[in-house]
């Protein structure tokens, strides 16, 4: 499998749990980012990593949200006591080197989160 | 704030060629994308554009690029049902290489 891959693909949870997202990127891919989407809207940047090391993080990415890369492969993202507004798509994406790359970056299926 | 702006809706009959227009803002983006998205999936990457390009075409697809204006279009020929879908304009922003996106445009294929 050459993609980027997200799991779960869809998780309910209730309100004030925490949640935790797994991405695999593409393997030879030394960069990984993770964008928010809610409905109606485009995907909004969160946080960007360049192999193990986070190296911007968006002002939406409050302090109950912390994502890893460990080893600069898989990354998680994790959301702790969950509110009815991080219900939104959670995408992943990876590309290889500096963005200009014509090849862009590859986006994962997302995670799709719903705060009851 | 960085905002990059597309209309939100355009209906086409098939056979038909549809046009979505996007705004973007940095003048020093290297890079402009098109995006797909299909309900409940994540984003395909359509076609690309570098900044010292004005017009760039790809089987059905024509890309425009109006630096002057900061404006992008995306022509799709022959239009077909399977072209229905929300599609996204995105520009590089920042140190990070990021990509901004638009609001996107959802465009509809009537028979």
């Known amino acids: 499998d050459t993609g980027v891959s997200q799991d779960p693909r869809h998780k309910i949870t209730k309100r004030g749990q925490n949640v935790t997202f797994r991405c695999d990127p593409i393997?030879?891919?030394?960069?990984l980012y993770w964008y928010r989407q809610t409905l109606g809207q485009g995907p909004e940047f969160l946080t960007y990593?360049?192999?193990?090391?986070?190296?911007?993080k968006s002002r939406l990415l409050s302090d109950r949200f912390s994502a890893e890369r460990p080893k600069g492969s898989f990354s998680t993202l994790e959301i702790q006591r969950t509110e009815q507004g991080d219900s939104a798509m959670y995408l992943c994406?990876?590309?290889?080197?500096?963005?200009?790359?014509?090849?862009?970056?590859?986006f994962g299926s997302g995670t799709r989160l719903t705060v009851v | 704030g960085e905002d990059v702006e597309q209309s939100l809706f355009l209906s086409v009959r098939e056979g038909d060629s549809s046009v979505i227009n996007c705004t973007y803002t940095?003048?020093?983006?290297?890079?402009l994308y098109w995006y797909k998205q299909e309900p409940g999936a994540g984003l395909q990457l359509l076609t690309y554009?570098?900044?010292?390009?004005d017009m760039k075409q790809d089987q059905r697809l024509t890309v425009l690029l109006n630096k002057k204006d900061k404006h992008l279009s995306l022509r799709i020929a022959d239009t077909q049902t399977g072209d229905s879908a929300i599609y996204f304009c995105?520009?590089?922003?920042?140190?990070?290489?990021?990509?901004?996106f638009g609001t996107g445009t959802r465009l509809q294929v009537t028979l």
């Open positions: 940095d003048s020093s983006s290297t890079y």
């Open positions: 393997s030879e891919h030394n960069r």
């Open positions: 994406a990876s590309s290889f080197g500096p963005i200009g790359d014509s090849s862009g970056y590859t």
């Open positions: 554009i570098f900044s010292n390009m």
């Open positions: 990593f360049q192999n193990e090391a986070q190296l911007e």
């Open positions: 995105a520009e590089v922003t920042g140190t990070a290489s990021k990509l901004t």
